[in-house]
Antibody, heavy 121, light 109 residues
Framework: EVQLVESGGGLVQPGRSLRLSCTAS????????MHWVRQVSGKGLEWVSG????????GYADSVKGRFTISRDNAKNSLYLQMNSLRAEDTALYYC??????????????WGQGTMVTVSS | QSALTQPPSASGSPGQSVTISCTGTSSDVGGYSYVSWYQQHPGKAPKLMIY???KRPSGVPDRFSGSKSGNTASLTVSGLQAEDEADYYCSSYAGINNVFGTGTKVTVL
């Protein structure tokens, strides 16, 4: 079964850090680009960051650039998001998402169940 | 990196068609053939319905179709069914980055 499982979310104070992880199974992880997409409760989707199959191409939304770092470990079938200097507006459900191709085709065919990040004092 | 513009809502009776627009710029929708559409039911993760403007993933009914003209992409749902009631989002490649639309709530009357 093709599956993405996120972990690492939780309650964190403003200014602190958090690291999200995503473990993939059921497909050849190192063949595909991967992304993080977030959604504030009751609101729309926001693309956060993406990484190509070989980590050669990385992109960030302007809202997180300089604070978040995406990475992947193909040997461990894992995707990560290091989130620093967290702000209240980063509070959201964070989805790990698989692209349909190795580069960035902006087509997300597999989604995890999401991990909740709450930034509050 | 502004969100793509979608109408907040759209509706139709069972069996009718509804079309949702997604307006961007020449830096995203108009500049690439990488526009996709997602369906999201309450409490669920989004589901890919259309990719690369017009292509349907395996398992998506052919009632769903996509198109693009200039900076505006569209999703048409023909033969509306009760289960099509959901939120719909477009997305586009924007050169290194990606951007989602504001979302449209489709109601089946």
């Amino acid at each position: 079964e093709v599956q993405l499982v996120e972990s690492g979310g939780g309650l964190v104070q403003p200014g602190r850090s958090l690291r999200l992880s995503c473990t993939a199974s059921g497909f050849s992880f190192d063949d595909y680009a991967m992304h993080w997409v977030r959604q504030v409760s009751g609101k729309g989707l926001e693309w956060v960051s993406g990484i190509s199959w070989n980590s050669g191409s990385i992109g960030y939304a302007d809202s997180v650039k300089g604070r978040f770092t995406i990475s992947r470990d193909n040997a461990k079938n894992s995707l990560y998001l290091q989130m620093n200097s967290l702000r209240a507006e980063d509070t959201a459900l964070y989805y790990c998402v698989k692209d349909i191709c190795g580069g960035d085709c902006a087509a997300f065919d597999i989604w995890g169940q999401g991990t909740m990040v709450t930034v509050s004092s | 990196q502004s969100a793509l513009t979608q109408p907040p809502s759209a509706s139709g009776s069972p069996g009718q068609s509804v079309t949702i627009s997604c307006t961007g710029t020449s830096s995203d929708v108009g500049g690439y053939s990488y526009v996709s559409w997602y369906q999201q039911h309450p409490g669920k993760a989004p589901k890919l319905m259309i990719y690369e403007v017009t292509k349907r993933p395996s398992g998506v009914p052919d009632r769903f179709s996509g198109s693009k003209s200039g900076n505006t992409a569209s999703l048409t749902v023909s033969g509306l069914q009760a289960e099509d009631e959901a939120d719909y989002y477009c997305s586009s490649y924007a050169g290194i980055n990606n951007v989602f639309g504001t979302g449209t709530k489709v109601t089946v009357l």
